[in-house]
């Protein structure tokens, strides 16, 4: 229980940390813009997003395991560099649907800004806090992910707020993504090649990850589609509200993300006894997270909102509320995915279920957005995010029962 305990203070309080300064920039970005394009700047933000889960591809559920269950440093070098090759090749695509989309999508006031956000966003996408986890080596991830990120913020509000312009964020931020990237490939994949050449076996290696890409490509469809659908379909006023919770429900993500990425490589660890009571500890502290997350969003959410965007957009009670529900079954069912059910070679059955919530849950927010319901889209959201942990409880519980019968013939 120490060794968890000390990862989940590195992962969960280090990524935190990166996430609490660019909240600075929330005021910054507001004040230039203004309450008519707040919803722009989160829509950029939340196709940002969805692109760098596109560009992430399946490493990030499937490579920490593969690190996990390596034997050398230099099998380790060679997943981290195709890791490199596959995003690399995915990125000559990805950028310019995203400028693409982030201009349909924004006021036509605001797209340049929506699309520098979009961009900024989908730096994530190459970032090595997969490899670091599946180390299970926290100060690792602080120094080539959280202070990099940290650095690039510290640097962008005071240049953005003498400037007014969001394209300089951006700039800082891909300066900063790409140094890191640099030095840990030269660390951890020295030697390996990084050029996706030839593409055949990089798209080989795509293929390979295409389920679990499935998941994350489908989950993200339905997770970060609020936001844009708001901006087109909702008046400026309640589409801004939506996107202000949606903002707030983005960076409750992130808690969940960290929670996760402390309990998967101890929980999955080989040649451990006591599997079912870790498991078991993985599941309770996600359900504890999702409970405590749902109260500050229900309660505190509308108030946080509002200090966050400078006034310029509030969320309802109501919408928290729903984001709050959304969170807790999120919350719930990440053990389920990423401890029992992707390591047990389940990916079809998850991406299956993703796939059909995300079309069940995007309708939802259509009907609501088209029909001028805004609180309804946070609803969809939640009833989303509901499905898909009702539909894995059961073979997740399965796959639990499973793997203690295993562990305790051996």
């Known amino acids: 229980m120490k060794t968890v305990l000390l990862?989940?203070?590195?992962?969960?309080?280090?990524?935190?940390?990166?996430?609490?300064?660019?909240?600075?920039?929330?005021?910054?970005?507001?004040?230039?813009?203004?309450?008519?394009?707040?919803?722009?700047?989160?829509?950029?933000?939340?196709?940002?997003?969805?692109?760098?889960?596109?560009?992430?591809?399946?490493?990030?559920?499937?490579?920490?395991?593969?690190?996990?269950?390596?034997?050398?440093?230099?099998?380790?070098?060679?997943?981290?560099?195709?890791?490199?090759?596959?995003?690399?090749?995915?990125?000559?695509?990805?950028?310019?649907?995203?400028?693409?989309?982030?201009?349909?999508?924004?006021?036509?006031?605001?797209?340049l800004e929506s699309i520098w956000m979009a961009l900024a966003s989908a730096t994530a996408g190459m970032s090595p806090a997969w490899f670091c986890i599946g180390l299970g080596r926290p100060k690792l991830l602080a120094l080539y992910d959280t202070l990099p990120r940290f650095v690039a913020t510290v640097v962008a509000a005071p240049i953005l707020l003498l400037s007014q312009q969001v394209w300089t964020y951006t700039l800082i931020l891909a300066v900063a993504t790409t140094v890191a990237i640099w030095s840990f490939q030269r660390r951890f994949s020295a030697g390996e090649p990084w050029l996706p050449r030839p593409v055949r076996g990089t798209l080989r290696q795509l293929r390979a990850q295409r389920h679990t890409a499935g998941i994350n490509a489908a989950g993200s469809a339905y997770a970060f589609t609020p936001a844009p659908i708001a901006t087109v379909t909702l008046s400026p006023g309640a589409s801004g509200s939506l996107s202000s919770a949606d903002?707030?429900?983005?960076?409750?993500?992130?808690?969940?993300?960290?929670?996760?990425?402390?309990?998967?490589?101890?929980?999955?660890?080989?040649?451990?006894?006591?599997?079912?009571?870790?498991?078991?500890?993985?599941?309770?502290?996600h359900i504890v997270l999702g409970?405590?997350?749902?109260?500050?969003?229900?309660?505190?959410?509308?108030?946080?909102?509002?200090?966050?965007?400078?006034?310029?957009?509030?969320?309802?009670?109501?919408?928290?509320?729903?984001?709050?529900?959304?969170?807790?079954?999120?919350?719930?069912?990440?053990?389920?995915?990423?401890?029992?059910?992707?390591?047990?070679?389940?990916?079809?059955?998850?991406?299956?279920?993703?796939?059909?919530?995300?079309?069940?849950?995007?309708?939802?927010?259509?009907?609501?957005?088209?029909?001028?319901?805004?609180?309804?889209?946070?609803?969809?959201?939640?009833?989303?995010?509901?499905?898909?942990?009702a539909v894995l409880l059961v073979p997740a519980i399965a796959e639990w029962r499973r793997e203690s019968l295993t562990t305790a013939s051996d």
Not at 260 to 282: D, K, L
Not at 291 to 318: D, H, M, N, Q
């Open 7 to 111: 990862r989940l203070t590195g992962f969960a309080a280090l990524p935190l940390l990166s996430l609490v300064i660019p909240l600075v920039l929330l005021p910054l970005v507001s004040s230039v813009v203004g309450g008519a394009g707040v919803s722009s700047i989160v829509s950029g933000q939340s196709i940002g997003t969805f692109a760098a889960t596109v560009l992430m591809w399946g490493w990030n559920v499937e490579g920490p395991v593969a690190v996990a269950r390596s034997t050398s440093a230099s099998e380790r070098g060679a997943i981290y560099a195709a890791s490199i090759r596959t995003r690399l090749l995915l990125v000559v695509p990805v950028v310019p649907i995203v400028v693409i989309v982030a201009a349909l999508v924004a006021v036509p006031e605001y797209r």
């Open 247 to 285: 903002t707030l429900y983005r960076f409750g993500i992130f808690t969940v993300i960290a929670l996760g990425n402390a309990f998967q490589s101890w929980v999955i660890e080989p040649g451990v006894s006591n599997r079912r009571q870790r498991h078991a500890a993985a599941m309770v502290g």
């Open 291 to 389: 409970v405590a997350g749902a109260a500050i969003l229900t309660i505190w959410g509308p108030w946080v909102s509002t200090i966050l965007f400078a006034g310029e957009a509030r969320a309802t009670t109501a919408m928290c509320f729903w984001y709050g529900v959304a969170f807790f079954f999120l919350s719930a069912s990440t053990p389920f995915i990423r401890n029992l059910l992707i390591p047990a070679g389940r990916q079809s059955l998850v991406f299956a279920c993703t796939l059909v919530s995300a079309v069940v849950g995007v309708g939802m927010m259509l009907w609501f957005g088209s029909a001028g319901i805004a609180d309804g889209v946070a609803l969809a959201v939640a009833a989303t995010e509901g499905l898909i942990w």
